[in-house]
């Protein structure tokens, strides 16, 4: 079974600081594929970034990057610049590579709020 | 607007009502997903269609739980009997129907259901 566990339930940042929200993970797939969601209030999931395990180098995309340690089985999420529009709720995900598995297997999430 | 949508956004209705869901995904996906995810947690995942056929069902979809869609296209979520345990932010989500390693799915805005 899958298992994503996100320790810090709220984090307080002030803006333009960066910061890192942790993401554990269980599995015991060969190849699988990690996520991450943000949820702003308006209650929908947006997709920011991925990583597959097979991936050598650390996604990247504009101001969010993942740290992947996969020997630690974590796959934290850095936001550079922090920005008030960056608060929101954070989720990380696994989704398993194997034929046919498509569901998403989600943490439970780590409210960020940014202060001005 | 071009992203997944569902309506009604807000339902509240009485125990023991049946309630109906509906979710639009963006026009070329074939594949649809519906999750649950309840007050502080992260979204749980309920089902998976690929076109008009349902490839998979979680422990979480009781019987009292039926889903559909009846041309690839639109899908419906159906609680009858409602119970108060099933108060819940219903999201739908949608992704292109080919194997890759991203193929990242798409979230809607969700329901939110109360059940009093």
């Known amino acids: 079974a899958q298992k994503i566990t996100q320790t810090q339930p709220g984090m307080f940042v002030q803006e333009k600081e960066a910061v890192t929200l942790d993401c554990t993970y269980d599995t015991s797939d060969q190849s699988y594929g990690l996520f991450w969601y943000k949820q702003p209030s308006s209650g929908e999931m947006i997709f920011l970034i991925y990583?597959?395990?097979?991936?050598?180098q650390n996604a990247t995309e504009g101001r969010y990057s993942l740290n992947f340690q996969k020997a630690r089985k974590s796959a934290n999420l850095v936001i550079s610049a922090s920005q008030l529009g960056d608060s929101a709720m954070y989720f990380c995900a696994m989704r398993a590579r194997i034929q046919g598995a498509q569901k998403l297997v989600f943490g439970q999430g780590t409210r960020l709020t940014i202060n001005p | 607007d071009t992203g997944v949508s569902q309506n009604p956004r807000h339902k509240i209705t009485k125990r023991g009502q049946n309630v109906t869901f509906r979710c639009d995904p963006i026009s070329e996906h074939n594949r649809l997903y519906w999750y649950r995810q309840t007050l502080g947690q992260g979204p749980e995942f309920l089902t998976y269609?690929?076109?008009?056929?349902?490839?998979?069902k979680s422990r979480l979809l009781s019987d009292r739980f039926s889903a559909e869609r009846p041309k690839g296209s639109f899908s419906t979520l159906e609680i009858q009997r409602t119970e108060q345990g099933d108060s819940a932010m219903y999201l739908c989500?949608?992704?292109?129907?080919?194997?890759?390693?991203?193929?990242?799915?798409?979230f809607g805005p969700g329901t939110r259901l109360t059940v009093l």
């Open positions: 269609f690929q076109n008009e056929a349902q490839l998979e």
């Open positions: 990583q597959g395990s097979y991936d050598e």
């Open positions: 989500a949608s992704s292109l129907g080919r194997e890759g390693p991203i193929n990242e799915q798409f």
